[in-house]
RNA sequence: GCCGGGGUACCCGAGCCUGGUCAAGGGGGUGGGCUUAAGACCCACUGGCGUAGGCCAUCCUGGGUUCGAAUCCCAGCCCCGGCACCA
């Protein structure tokens, strides 16, 4: 793909930008409230603003446009908004990289962004990053005639003049309902970046989270071994403690205890508990062989030496339990077997070691980790396998183990119970701890290893409370969510949400209100923002100061408390403003509907809904949510790392606007992932060009005046798919709806043509039509079509095409139908006898047939076909004479009806079958034309049809015999 | 692990809820038409067999329900996504 031009958007359509440029100056897309005009609120989540917009975006926003464009051509006053999303850490990150001159992130900038050379030393400031992509895809969007009212447009932080007003207000008042807490929490923590890293900020370690670990304290003279566990259950099977005798450990003075860690381990405590002071280093040497004792039992356990054991793991201190784990098995039975290595240790001591069974596991027996070394063969410490049999006996003992007799007060209850149950008793008696710990290495970006702190003072949005919980479910199963299966992921995803960290220490955004060394969180802060679309055209266009935006107006406003005459005088907006800014408020809300991609479903989508069901009263709450797939491009997912990342602009200047809205709307619907692919966005590009050479053709060419059922088959045909259409938008399925209105019309207007050489005004009424349904996926084509058919204005203003049921004419349809069967069956016998025909014949059926036929119309078919007997039994009481070959042909007649569709009617049906002959009588020069040889119509007991072999006695009602005649 | 979504022909994909209309539609390929030629466009074919419109096979695998199963039920195999402080 060609590199864009960074400064203009390039399409290779130029009337693409004509119509661009008509609509803006038109400003039709403006919307303000229009007293009795029904509206339609619909919007998309913003995007944010640290690189090119790609059509992953355009994906997602060219559904939202589309549905826009369709519910403004059926007559609704629509409001689609646009703004920038600021708020992130991720461009501050982006900044710190360049100003360390990382080589990876100039080069993305330049090769893969395309950010012109001299702007580049600029994106040291975040701000400037935000405003420069701000300005470049603003033109991406206009471009796409995504059709946008800009004059609600803004960005969010605090570097806007009024976005932080509104964050304030909102926060103030979710404050004082209750729905923020403060609290603290584990993160994952860079200790030089001194931020949270998430994964996105990872070299290394993606996906890994905080895991929370025991400590089991073991006491040691005056101090204690703290060993980590994710087992506390374990402590009744305890033989002995390890400690790694190469590492350094170190003595903490730990809550009025002092416990013994590695030196690792104590530099991660420190970020996650108070007062910790480092009183000594050790060397664990001198504590192998010596004696500590464990909590709960209170049993002697002996300290011993083993190299797996890792300092960079939990605490560096592992207590041992050789029945059910099999690192300590396999450890123990290394020091057994060479008890010389265990210098300074009791050999006699070492040897009665054994393993103490506490858990019976369906399946295994005593010693379900001696089982599993045994099985896979494991008889070194430094064997990898030792984890997956680690995982294993993990894994069965939670599930399905039971403790044992000699696990007292927990005997007999299950693993999983008594863990939690083990660890709030240690945890209690100053026994044990927790500590957290995180699964693997993670690296941060700037190249440092990352560890768990707790955040303290850290402030929530309490999504668990149960209340909150119950309100959104309740108005999750009311509300209009597509597809209908996103429903149910909502449901789980609010049963699943527990409180959300909604503040941050660094990165753009906006201040806490009342602690501004926070800010609100990226999705923290963009919940509710829908609603500042419905008032943000009064600041940008100076009506209202930033300044006068005070609480008390934006209760107003949004809640309706206060009064606008007191308002008025405190801030000095005329009263007048404020009422049409409530009035406008209320005009527009609630939304009638939020697209996004699914990924948005667990996150920001979920608290759109909290926020709104905490903030607004009911009926301002969302009306509908419509999810939809991630794109691939090539089957690949889409990835700047991977270097397939298409910009909007590129895909532009390749295939033109048009071609790219709709190669995206037939990739997929629902919430299928779409995939970008090269060749159907040429084949698109296509079909729109043809498009238009029809619209030409069908211009320039004469038309007849005398219409017939062809052109009633045409407008049958047509209401059908403006019926279809309708109905797959109604539901946001934009895949069938942009596929029928391009193919599915296509594929009609081919067939008319096709029989129809000479063209009549059906035709410019379909072709009206086919502009219309292609207006919301193909705007600057239809456009373009519209007005070469000379319409005045704009199709993107024109009527959505009304259903018109009187319109649908099956006859008609069938009839068509018929012809092609018949073309097709020919076609399959010239195909068979690999022959050049001379002739075909073609016979209709008798009239008894027919009277057949309506005798069974009269009953249910499904019956017929199950037991035939009955409509056998009556067609002969009408033809007594016929009773050898009745049986066969009511089978015959039934199995072939019943392969037409069902809704045809079975009038429709037997009229058909009594005009067949004429059908094909009037159809007969096509019919000549399409096989290229002579067509006789016959009627199966004519006289002087000519049937050498017999063929027309094959005729059945609807399924003419055929007798082709060929070259021998 | 938990939750969600899937497996359909050479490729992409519809159909499944509500069983019979059915294996849509598009791409690719093959043949033909149009054309001075190319492209565009139009037509046919594109699982197997067949000298008459037919027969057989097929929708991840294996069972079941039914007159009838891509569709409903049961079991299994495999793939993808989300899992939190990240936009």
Known sequence: ?????????????????????????????????????????????????????????????????????FKRMQGFNVLFPWSWHWTGEAVAGTSERLKRGDPAIIRLLRDIDNVPEDLIPRFTDPAFICKYYTAENRKVVDAM????????????TDLHPYYSKFIHWQYLRLREKGFVSKGEHPVVWCPVCQSATGDHDRLVGEGIVPEEYTLVFFKYDEFYLAAGTLRPETIFGATNVWLNPDVEYALLEYDNKRILVSRRAAEKLIEQKHNINVVKLLNAKELIGKKCKAPITGVELPIL??????????????????????YDYVALLELQRDLSKSTGIDAKLLKELKPISIISVPGYSEFPALDVVKKMGISSQEDARLEDATKEVYSKEFHEGVMKDNCGEYSGLPVRVARDAVKARLISTGLGDIMYDLSGKVVCRCGNECLVKIVKDQWFLT???????????????????????????????VDWLHDWACTRKTGLGTSLPWDSSWIVETLSDSTIYPALYTISKYMNEGTVKPEQLTLEVLDYVFIGIGNPRVISKETGIPETTLKNMR????????????????????NHLTFY???????????LWPRCIGANGMITVEGEKMSKSKGNMIPIKAALAKYGVDATRCTLLLAA???????????????????LDLFLKIVDEVLSSGLEASENRLDRWLISKMVKKVKNITEAMESLKTRTACHEALYGMYNDWKWYVRRRKKLTRSALRFLDTWVRLLAPFAPFTAEEAWSKLGNNGFVSLAKWPDYHPEEVDEFAEVAEDLLAKLLVDVREIMGVTERKPIKVHVYTPSAWKLNVLSIMLSFDLKEVM???????????????????DMPILVRKIVEYISSFPMEIPKKVLLELALQEKKIYEDAKSFLESEIGCPFNIWMEDEQKAYDPIGKSKQALPLRPGIFVEMLP
Request: glycine residues 2%.
């Open 609 to 619: 809904l909290f926020q709104h069901v905490a903030l607004f009263d009911e009926n």
């Open 1 to 69: 793909m060609s590199k864009p031009n960074n400064r203009s958007i390039e399409s290779p359509i130029t009337y693409e930008a004509k119509w661009a440029k008509l609509w803006r100056e038109a400003k039709i897309f403006e919307a303000d409230p229009v007293k009795d005009k029904p509206k339609f609120f619909i919007c998309v989540p913003y995007s944010y603003q640290n690189g090119p917009l790609h059509l992953g975006h355009a994906f997602t926003f060219t559904r939202g446009d589309s549905y826009a464009r």
């Open 145 to 156: 005639g995504f059709s946008v009212d800009w004059r609600r447009e803004f960005y969010t």
């Open 463 to 493: 999504y668990s409370d149960p209340k909150w919980k119950e309100k959104v479910k309740t108005h999750i199963m009311k509300m209009g969510i597509f597809p209908e299966e996103a429903r149910q992921w909502f449901l789980n995803v």
């Open 583 to 602: 009035d406008e408020f209320l005009y527009w809300y609630p939304v009638d509907c939020r697209i996004s991609a699914k990924e948005l479903v667990p």
């Open 305 to 326: 030496p083993a190299n797996f054991v890792d300092p960079n793991v939990v605490s560096g201190v592992v207590y041992s339990v050789p029945a059910h784990a099999p």
């Open 866 to 884: 199950r037991d035939p007997s009955t409509a056998i039994k009556e067609s002969l009481k009408m033809f007594p004479e016929k009773r050898k």
């Open 669 to 687: 619907e629902d919430m299928d992932d779409p995939d970008w692919r090269d060749k159907n966005a040429q084949e698109t590009r296509r079909m």
